[in-house]
C-alpha cells in the first residue's frame, strides 16, 4: 500500500529557505514517478518539480535554478530543497507518486490510476 506524507513547510522571508520531505512508503523506485505539486487557493494544482522512473528530474520555469528535486532510494524519502523564495512560491506544497515511467510536470500525467497524493503541507513566503 502506497502511503505519502510529507512535512518541512512553514514560514518564511522571501529570500530564506525551506526543504521539504515526503516519506514514501510503498512506492517501489523502478516503477513509479514522483513528485512535487503546489496548489493555492481557487487554483488547480501546478507540478513544481519530478523525478520520474529513470531518475530524470524537471521543473517548472518558475523555480528553475532555485528548487532541487532529489530522492533518497535507500529510505524512500522524496525531498524539495527550495532556496531563494518568493512570496509568489506561496501555497499547499503536495508529494504526489504515480505508477508511470515517463511524466512531466502536466497534472493529467498524474491522475491517471494508479495515482497517489499526500495531504500536503503549507508553505509562506511573506515579503
Known amino acids: 500500500q502506497v502511503q505519502l506524507l510529507e512535512s518541512g513547510g512553514g514560514s518564511v522571508q522571501a529570500g530564506g529557505s525551506l526543504r521539504l520531505s515526503c516519506a514514501a512508503s510503498g512506492v517501489t523506485s523502478g516503477l513509479y514517478s514522483v513528485g512535487w505539486f503546489r496548489r493555492v487557493l481557487g487554483y488547480d494544482r501546478e507540478g513544481v518539480a519530478a523525478?520520474?522512473?529513470?531518475?530524470?528530474?524537471m521543473y517548472a520555469d518558475s523555480v528553475k535554478g532555485r528548487f532541487t528535486i532529489s530522492r533518497d532510494y535507500a529510505n524512500n524519502i522524496l525531498y524539495l530543497q527550495m532556496d531563494s523564495l518568493k512570496p509568489e512560491d506561496t501555497a499547499m506544497y503536495y508529494c504526489?507518486?504515480?505508477?508511470?515511467?515517463?511524466?512531466?510536470?502536466?497534472?493529467?500525467?498524474?491522475?491517471?490510476?494508479?495515482?497517489?497524493w499526500g495531504r500536503g503541507t503549507q508553505v509562506t513566503v511573506s515579503s
Open positions: 523525478i520520474d522512473s529513470d531518475g530524470t528530474t
Open positions: 504526489a507518486a504515480v505508477r508511470a515511467a515517463r511524466v512531466s510536470l502536466g497534472l493529467d500525467d498524474w491522475v491517471s490510476p494508479p495515482n497517489y
